[in-house]
């Protein structure tokens, strides 16, 4: 149960968070001129307020609904959701501003304030008996800890310059990437969706226990390459963005990026594909070997997935918002389908995670060929043009 409270409430928080900002933290990188960039950081930052505002209001609005339907500790921590969007948003934020500043150590530096700080909490709370809560209450403060480090560094190096920003400059830019809000939110809102699709699936069709294996196997596949994958598509987001601003072709970065991925991840991806199942039953116990089964019959998967972050960086280098909202509603359609086929034609898990696991095979060497198809053409003037058709 105390699990179970937490993962409800990170869920919903990572869900909102992820589009609060209306994902106009990702154009930041693009403009040029500083007092564009300027005013994206305030557009950005005020989007995630109203987000935070609105859920507050609709949590206000459905009280009883909630009060009726939900336990008393979601009643608990439901009410601090507003808080929990707005400053994990607000953090998402500096770190795409600070990328942009090239402020690479000082943002490695925010995520592991935002790790010790999260963790220093929980602890304290369980020491307190208060650990259901305690959880909640740690992971927002790792975002408010994270947070107030990152924006202390930005005023300090003043990076920040608010005289540059007018109400007259915010406009024009919300119209100048408008197709940030229009496309890349929903497409990223599907991505968050798709993301918990196989443990709701999983629990629906098979078990409970099947949705236990497979959920450690993917936090375990996916937490540390995700640490990697994650610093690597924010270098590469700002090195491309400004090679794309100078109207160069970002082949040659998206190539070297990409293969780099693959050299650090192939050898290790390989041995725990091959020992999966002993590392898992070493580790965990022996009633966890399943999840090395499942590790073994995903793992080509999650290497494609440890090497793609230049991919979807590129998407928004190269203005491909509408591509990417076809890709991630097609994505979407596809994992669940597969899964249901799995437990359709054969009623068994095993089945059905390989057409899973397969579906994102799929997905992930096209958009990484797409991907490597475009970079080649674009340059800063044929940008526009690309949004068209796009």
């Keep these: 149960m105390i699990f179970g409270v937490f993962s409800v409430y990170a869920a919903i928080v990572s869900i909102i968070a992820s589009v609060a900002s209306w994902k106009y933290e990702l154009a930041i990188m693009l403009p040029e001129k500083e007092k564009d960039v300027q005013s994206l950081f305030v557009l950005s930052m005020l989007a995630t307020l109203l987000t935070s505002i609105v859920a507050f209001v609709l949590i206000l609005a459905f009280r009883p609904l909630l009060a009726k339907y939900a336990t008393h500790d979601i009643n608990t921590f439901i009410w601090i959701v507003p808080l929990g969007v707005l400053f994990a948003g607000w953090l998402q934020v500096l770190i795409s501003f600070g990328t942009k500043k090239k402020m690479f150590k000082n943002v490695s530096l925010s995520r592991a304030t935002q790790a010790s700080s999260g963790v220093g909490v929980q602890a304290a709370a369980g020491g307190f008996n208060l650990f259901s809560l305690g959880l909640v209450w740690g992971k927002l403060a790792g975002d408010v800890f994270a947070f107030f480090y990152l924006l202390l560094v930005q005023i300090k190096k003043q990076t920040i310059n608010l005289k540059l920003v007018s109400r007259e400059g915010i406009k024009i830019n919300a119209k100048e990437y408008r197709d940030f809000p ?209």
């Design 182 to 390: 229009r496309y890349q939110s929903f497409a990223q809102f599907l991505s968050s969706l798709s993301q918990n699709v196989p443990y709701l699936m999983f629990s629906t069709l098979f078990s409970a226990e099947m949705a236990g294996f497979y959920m450690l196997t993917a936090r375990v596949l996916h937490a540390p390459a995700t640490l990697i994958a994650k610093s690597t598509r924010e270098v590469y987001y700002q090195r491309a963005a400004e090679i794309h601003s100078a109207g160069a072709s970002i082949r040659t970065i998206f190539k070297k990026t990409t293969l780099g991925l693959a050299k650090l991840g192939i050898l290790p991806f390989i041995l725990i594909g091959i020992f999966a199942p002993v590392l898992f039953s070493w580790i965990f116990g022996a009633e966890w070997k399943m999840s090395g089964v499942y590790a073994q019959i995903v793992i080509l998967w999650s290497f494609l997935g440890f090497i793609n972050p230049p991919s979807t960086a590129s998407l928004y280098i190269l203005g491909l918002q509408k591509f990417s909202l076809k890709y991630e509603s097609f994505m979407l359609f596809f994992r669940v389908l597969s899964i249901y086929l799995g437990y359709l034609l054969f009623r068994e898990d095993i089945p059905a995670v390989m057409l899973y696991a397969g579906t994102g095979v799929i997905f992930n060497v096209f958009l990484i060929s797409y991907i490597y198809r475009k970079t080649g053409k674009a340059t800063n003037e044929n940008r526009t043009d690309q949004r068209n058709k796009n």
